[in-house]
Every structure is written in structure tokens, then in C-alpha cells.
């Protein structure tokens, strides 16, 4: 069953605490990004990457941080250096830019 | 980078009445234009998209959208609404890879 897939869907992490957020696919698609939701500020980018080993930042990469390491992955570290982290986020990939993109569920991170 | 706008934070409508969501781009080159849709706690879902072509592009669940080259716009249209395209739509431009959304409009159709 073909699909992308984002875990946990719920997070909650304590002020000054790193954490990373999972992204798997195994569509065997070549670019994946990661967008932050809130509420009427739509999808912001936060990083992509077209191929393994490569990312480019986003519009707030700022206290966040990426890997590439396997075509299939692409985890999101939100470091403490981000301010405010509490955020809806979501991986997609797709299997080139004129191709629509596949979305995760999301992870809610709320930090307490 | 290139960027999309949605001048729309909200757009109702009445079941079974034309809707149109706006939607507007800025990019350098020739870029590919999408339309996403969201429900609540989810991720996006693709309805349309335009490449090349035909600048009237058809999509899922009776959704359509218009290409304007000149105006820069890609409005997506619906001839009957139905109850059930309540939702939050999200206009999408992609470029070499980079991928970037408008700010998304909420669709209401009232009974």
C-alpha cells in the first residue's frame, strides 16, 4: 500500500527540547518537503529536497533542521533555537515538480 | 522565490450555486500550478493541476480551473456546489522542486 507517512500524529515536547518528527514514503518519489500550518498563514516551506543528500531551505528554516540521508526519508529536527514551535506540520513529496504532491497526515506539535 | 495569493479568506455560497476560489501567482518562467484541498486535521489532497496546454483544466470531484497567462490568476471553479466542498482550498505554484502555497481559502456552501 503506497503512501507517505508521517509520525507520531500528536507530539508534545518541553521548552527547550529538541525533537525530531518522522517522514517516510514509498512511492519512490524524488523530492520531499516539509510545510508548518497555523491558522490563516496557509503552508509555509519550511525545507525541500529534490534528491538524497540535498535540501534547500524555505521561507523559515530558522530552528529547523533536515536529513537526506535515503531516498525514502526525510526527517524534521525543530530545535530549541525555534521560538515558537507549537504548529501543525506536514511532509509531501512528489516524483518531480510537474507532478502533484502526496501529503502525510500531519504531526500537531504542541510544546508545554 | 515565486509566491501565490489568495485574496479570499472566506468565499459562501449557496448548494447547488456556481463558486469560483481566486487565485493569483508571481513567478519567473513557466511554472506549474496546482489546486489542494484540506479537511480539518488532515493533510492536503490534490484536486487539479495545469502544466501546458489547454488553459481550462479539469480535476476531481467536478472541479475545474482556468489558466490566465496575462492576469497571472488560476481560479478554481465549480458549476454547482455541493454541501459537501466545505473545506479549506490551497492554490499551489512549483518551480525546479520549490513548492509554495497561498494562504488558503475557506469554502462554505449553506444548505
Known amino acids: 500500500d503506497g503512501g507517505i507517512t508521517q509520525s507520531p500524529k500528536y507530539l508534545f515536547r518541553k521548552e527547550g527540547q529538541n525533537v525530531t518528527l518522522s517522514c517516510e514514503q514509498n512511492?519512490?518519489?524524488?523530492?520531499m518537503y516539509w510545510y508548518r500550518q497555523d491558522p490563516g498563514q496557509g503552508l509555509r516551506l519550511i525545507y525541500y529536497?529534490?534528491?538524497?543528500?540535498?535540501?534547500q531551505k524555505g521561507d523559515i528554516a530558522e530552528g529547523y533542521s533536515v536529513s537526506r540521508e535515503k531516498k525514502e526519508s526525510f526527517p524534521l529536527t525543530v530545535t530549541s533555537a525555534q521560538k515558537n514551535p507549537t504548529a501543525f506540520y506536514l511532509c509531501?513529496?512528489?516524483?518531480?515538480?510537474?507532478?502533484?504532491?502526496?501529503f502525510g497526515q500531519g504531526t500537531r506539535l504542541t510544546v508545554v | 522565490a515565486q509566491s501565490v495569493a489568495q485574496p479570499e479568506d472566506q468565499v459562501n455560497v449557496a448548494e447547488g450555486n456556481p463558486l469560483t476560489v481566486k487565485c493569483t501567482y508571481s513567478?519567473?518562467?513557466?511554472?506549474?500550478l496546482f489546486w489542494y484541498v484540506q479537511y480539518p486535521n488532515r493533510g492536503l489532497q490534490f484536486l487539479l493541476k495545469?502544466?501546458?496546454?489547454?488553459?481550462l483544466v479539469k480535476g476531481s470531484y467536478g472541479f475545474e480551473a482556468e489558466f490566465n497567462k496575462s492576469q497571472t490568476s488560476f481560479h478554481l471553479k465549480k458549476p454547482s456546489a455541493l454541501v459537501s466542498d466545505s473545506a479549506l482550498y490551497f492554490c499551489?505554484?512549483?518551480?525546479?522542486?520549490?513548492?509554495?502555497f497561498g494562504a488558503g481559502t475557506r469554502l462554505t456552501v449553506k444548505p
Open positions: 509531501a513529496s512528489s516524483l518531480r515538480d510537474r507532478n502533484e504532491a502526496f
Open positions: 512511492l519512490n518519489h524524488d523530492a
Open positions: 529536497s529534490q534528491i538524497v543528500n540535498d535540501f
Open positions: 513567478v519567473s518562467g513557466n511554472p506549474y
Open positions: 495545469y502544466i501546458t496546454g489547454d488553459n
Open positions: 499551489a505554484v512549483s518551480l525546479n522542486n520549490d513548492m509554495r
